[in-house]
């Protein structure tokens, strides 16, 4: 089973103005959009990748995203899965990133690592466990098959830290992959090993002026 990570393409929901979850991201900026069109149009001209099935977290940066490349890999739908979001942001979604400390707290990723980001959101740990759970789920759901999931940095990293063995409180050094860019890890059902093939694969935009 291969599965082919791509991060959503710029978006207006960052670390100010509002946390961006399911409530509070508006969607793809102009250069996000310009970013999947990129994408969307190498796929389609190099045929380079066969997709047996395609995914998007249900946050609407990933799915603009998807929906602008699902057309170049021969799909009119895109189902979304939870299990691909980013950190879930629980009451803290929508809530402007200058509030949240006097609402929530800290959210301390090395002190504090179990506890949640807001009630009813992940807990550090806890979303490291939900990306190795996700990935074991597909590998099983789709043994034999491509599988293209959009969704985020945080989840590209995660599945970096938990494949890899990287201690997820580790804070000299840290994974920002770019904005469209695909990370592939292929699963060996034999084996139940992950390796990684590829990690933030951004030919698409190297002629972007």
Do not use: K
């Not at 508006?26 to 190498?42: C, F, K, N, P, V």
């Amino acid at each position: 089973m291969r599965l082919i990570f791509v991060r959503h393409g710029a978006a207006h929901a960052g670390f100010n103005g509002l946390i961006g979850g399911p409530t509070g991201c508006s969607g793809l900026t102009d250069r996000g959009r310009e970013q999947a069109s990129l994408l969307r149009d190498h796929l389609a001209s190099t045929r380079r990748l066969s997709v047996d099935v395609l995914l998007t977290s249900l946050i609407p940066r990933a799915i603009e995203t998807a929906g602008i490349i699902a057309p170049a890999l021969g799909f009119d739908d895109v189902p979304q899965d939870c299990d691909l979001c980013e950190v879930h942001t629980g009451e803290a979604d929508g809530v402007d990133w200058a509030e949240y400390p006097s609402r929530f707290g800290s959210f301390d990723m090395a002190a504090e690592p179990d506890r949640v980001f807001a009630p009813g959101g992940d807990s550090w740990n806890g979303f490291h466990d939900r990306v190795r759970s996700a990935m074991d789920r597909l590998a099983a759901d789709h043994r034999d098959q491509t599988v293209m999931a959009v969704c985020h940095a945080g989840v590209i990293a995660a599945s970096m830290r938990v494949r890899l063995g990287v201690p997820t409180g580790a804070v000299s050094a840290r994974l920002v992959p770019t904005h469209t860019g695909l990370t592939e890890w292929e699963h060996d059902p034999a084996t139940n090993q992950w390796t990684l093939r590829r990690y933030d694969d951004t030919r698409h935009l190297d002629d972007d002026g």
